[in-house]
């Protein structure tokens, strides 16, 4: 990675300001090319020089400097301290415009004169913070400029020269700073040659010919530097990832040798290691307290990362459906160590911890060393050896949670409780990525890739919401203010400006450059950017079987997975719940095929009748509306919504016999509807992202309601015949979709809906076992709703931690071959019957 400028004027008393530190290291290799490190001037990213500055001189010795997070704590607590609903995007904006605001001298007092409900929180809450400042002798970074202001020139070496670089349009206080040390802009070479610019039908196949592009250039040219640059990269993270995974050599995977680096991360909180500490250290709060949750207490049981994982894995097991055999959610302490009899071990721990005295409230630095007492007592960490990756998150963790001894200075005494609170709040805002070997292929965004060089590059998803873009105003500074001082994207003129900018920089990425776009993406239509003409790809991806020696693997354990963001997360847990081996064939992308069938398939009658009540229900969204509608205007709104639903079909007989079919199925199916108390309509085929257990993906559900007493109930529409609710209680797990999204969500109550020509029934498990209109046995038989609820999250959490360990066994549960089309992988004989 380097810069393509002319840097033979520059000398070592020289120092050059860049826009960004990846900006500041690609000058550093650059001018290490060129002369070697003799001749290295000074390089500084704008932000870090004038840190470096404000420490080096001292202009405000008694002022204490917070950094960007303790910035972020703080502002996060005024916001809770406040009653405001803060999720992290209204942090983020939040401190966006503050930052906006200051470099761009917008004073508190000129939002505060306007009346808007954002302005007046946004004062509100930074007039809190800049108190909290002055009474606490503090600053943060946007408060170094002013306060070094005065400085700049009487304190400057007179021998060197300044230099700024990759600034496309400086911000008021960046040209103050430039006039004051008389920099001299450094700006890249105008590269001559056109790009290459194609289109793709979609965005996989864009993606996979540009991973195959890259291992080319790479095999040939093994120290050639490549650039991807993929605007959207935050989007499309898994999907980049899986295409080079697949593309590249399995061997450099496994071994965290991958040639490429992609530019993202994900919060440090989300890693499992992460979440397994601090469900250790929340436990032990509760083991001093006397009382400890089940739910807590098996996943703590269940943890890799404490002592006697391996050793008593097996006590462990038994101990866990011990404490599932007892009635209530808690237990306590005393009862506890009592259980763990057969787990000497993890006895002795929890004995440890319970002896454990710490004072009712701590100070914050007292509290870290409390934490790590906790770990050390436990083992974390120890039983096992760490890979690459969760040796560098545990060393971030273990950094990161410094952060209480720097707040202790503006924290009263707490809780553990609140300590273990507070830390995990900071863990969730710190964005990490475990670094990998050396690569020499870069993926990154539009900003970071700005201002570099590399010897190939490819720009993808070059569409037109990259390119000129769309007016994004901030939030809390007033659009009338936003204008008027040029904040960037804020007008139709800046935007194009800022676009011509941005495409001469990509443009000057390298002199070997291809420009690309994908017709559609996520199924949605895309057009291309205005800037650019585009001709159509003319090679065409194919799966290569690619050679391979014959090697003896132990093909029961597959290497721990190192992105927790995966498709079809729902049919993966299930899967592995089935069987293990079939949970990890998932890893291998295979493509599915459906047989071809004449007339209506059962999935395309199916997705009918979920289109049908869709429509139907965005249109009639409460039981009020359905029992008030008269009969004549139901069966209109049926009828449209059928035809609607099947216009694609070509006219046949087989379209006459499914309108007859679903007419009959969709009447029978809305008199049941009827039948039911109270329910309002709130979301239909609606896409939501889960979390379990660390693994990340997204569901989608058929329809949310809203009770009565304002709980929510999902439900799922089965055509098929053979639907039981045993699938949602039967060890294992039958059906994961419905129990995924109960534990990921606040919602009271879950039910099958079948709808078919044989009947029309709900098959439920709720809170409230009179939401649906059940019979006395179905409402008998229906297990209770939380206990059920800690079973699922056992058997889910289970499964995820299973498959992200790589645990690939051929232990098939009865019915997991039924279905399964992965013969030729797997060496387990199907009975005759299969």
């Not at 080319?216 to 050639?224: R, V």
């Not at 999907?239 to 071994?255: A, C, N, P, Y």
């Not at 709060?285 to 050793?311: D, F, M, W």
């Not at 058997?795 to 299973?802: P, V």
Request: glycine share 2%; with cysteine; hydrophobic share 35%.
């Amino acid at each position: 990675m380097r810069v393509n400028i002319d840097l033979s004027a520059i000398q070592s008393k020289d120092t050059i300001i860049a826009a960004n530190n990846r900006q500041a290291l690609a000058i550093k290799q650059s001018m290490a090319l060129i002369s070697g490190t003799s001749k290295m001037p000074k390089i500084f990213s704008y932000q870090s020089w004038v840190e470096k500055f404000w420490r080096s001189n001292h202009p405000t010795k008694e002022y204490r400097l917070l950094s960007q997070l303790e910035l972020r704590f703080m502002l996060k607590k005024f916001c809770k301290d406040s009653s405001v609903k803060n999720p992290d995007t209204f942090i983020d904006e939040l401190i966006k415009c503050y930052r906006l605001s200051k470099s761009y001298g917008i004073s508190v007092a000129e939002i505060k004169t306007f009346p808007s409900i954002t302005s007046k929180l946004y004062v509100e809450l930074i007039d809190r913070y800049e108190k909290f400042k002055d009474n606490n002798l503090c600053i943060d970074q946007t408060d170094i400029f002013n306060l070094s202001l005065g400085n700049f020139k009487s304190t400057l070496d007179s021998e060197g020269q300044y230099y700024q670089y990759g600034f496309n349009e400086p911000t008021p206080e960046q040209r103050l700073l430039f006039k004051a040390l008389n920099c001299l802009p450094l700006s890249s070479r105008k590269i001559m040659n056109h790009s290459q610019n194609y289109s793709f039908t979609d965005q996989e196949s864009e993606l996979k010919t540009i991973a195959k592009w890259a291992r080319e250039i790479n095999l040939n040219n093994p120290e050639k530097k490549i650039g991807i640059v993929i605007p959207n990269l935050n989007d499309l993270q898994h999907l980049v990832k899986s295409s080079f995974d697949l593309e590249f050599s399995s061997h450099l995977i496994e071994t965290h040798q991958k040639p490429y680096n992609i530019s993202l991360g994900i919060p440090l909180g989300n890693y499992p290691l992460i979440k397994n500490l601090f469900s250790i250290t929340k436990l032990s709060s509760q083991l001093i307290n006397g009382v400890v949750e089940h739910e807590l207490l098996i996943q703590v049981i269940t943890s890799p990362y404490i002592k006697g994982a391996r050793s008593e894995q097996n006590n462990r097991a038994l101990l866990v459906n011990k404490i599932l055999k007892i009635d209530s959610k808690k237990s306590k302490s005393k009862k506890v160590i009592e259980l763990c009899t057969d787990s000497s071990l993890l006895k002795e721990i929890f004995i440890s911890i319970s002896t454990l005295e710490f004072a009712n409230k701590l100070a914050l630095e007292d509290s870290l060393e409390a934490v790590n007492s906790i770990l050390l007592l436990c083992g974390f960490v120890s039983d096992r050896t760490l890979s690459s990756s969760e040796y560098q998150i545990f060393e971030k963790y273990q950094v990161e949670s410094l952060i209480l001894n720097k707040m202790s200075t503006f924290y009263k005494k707490s809780s553990l409780e609140d300590v273990i609170e507070i830390l995990t709040a900071h863990m969730n805002a710190v964005i990490f990525q475990p670094q990998s070997g050396p690569a020499n292929i870069y993926i990154l965004g539009s900003l970071e890739a700005e201002g570099l060089f590399f010897d190939y590059a490819w720009i993808s998803s070059m569409t037109s919401d990259f390119l000129p873009g769309k007016i994004q105003m901030p939030l809390f500074i007033p659009p009338k203010t936003s204008i008027e001082y040029c904040l960037p994207k804020t007008s139709f003129t800046l935007i194009s400006k800022e676009s011509e900018v941005t495409l001469d920089n990509l443009l000057n990425l390298s002199s070997s450059l291809i420009i690309s776009y994908s017709k559609t993406s996520n199924n949605r239509d895309e057009l291309p950017s205005p800037y650019i003409d585009f001709e159509d790809y003319p090679n065409v991806i194919v799966h290569e079987t690619l050679p391979k020696e014959m090697e003896l693997v132990d093909d029961f354990i597959a290497p721990e997975i190192d992105n927790f963001e995966i498709k079809r997360g729902v049919s993966t847990l299930q899967d592995q719940i089935s069987c293990s081996f079939k949970g990890f064939v998932s890893r291998l992308n295979i493509q599915e095929f459906n047989e071809p069938q004449i007339g209506l398939s059962r999935i395309e009658q199916g997705s009918l009748v979920h289109k049908i009540l869709e429509n139907f229900f965005n249109a009639i969204p409460s039981s009020s509306d359905l029992k008030n509608l008269p009969e004549d205007k139901l069966q209109e709104e049926i009828n449209k919504h059928i035809n609607s639903a099947i216009h694609l079909i070509s006219q046949s007989n087989f379209k006459s016999i499914e309108k007859e079919r679903l007419t009959k199925i969709i009447n029978e199916y809305i008199k049941l509807e009827k039948n039911r108390e109270y329910f309002k309509v709130i979301k239909t085929e609606s896409e939501s992202k889960v979390d379990v257990n660390g693994l990340q993906f997204s569901t989608r559900i058929d329809r949310m309601d809203q009770m009565k007493d304002g709980t929510n109930l999902i439900i799922d529409y089965k055509t098929g015949q053979n639907v039981n609710l045993s699938q949602l209680t039967g060890d294992p797990l039958d059906q994961a979709q419905l129990p995924i999204y109960a534990i990921t969500n606040p919602v009271a109550g879950i039910a099958f809906a079948t709808v078919n020509s044989k009947d029309c029934q709900f098959k439920a498990i709720t809170k409230n076992k009179f939401d649906l209109p059940l019979s006395q046995q179905a409402i008998r038989r229906m297990p209770e709703w939380n206990e059920q609820l800690s079973e699922w999250e056992l058997e889910l959490n289970s499964a995820s931690q299973k498959f992200q360990e790589g645990v690939a066994e051929v232990l098939p549960t009865s019915n997991a071959c039924d279905y399964c089309d992965y013969d030729l992988l797997c060496r387990f004989e199907k009975s005759s019957n299969n």
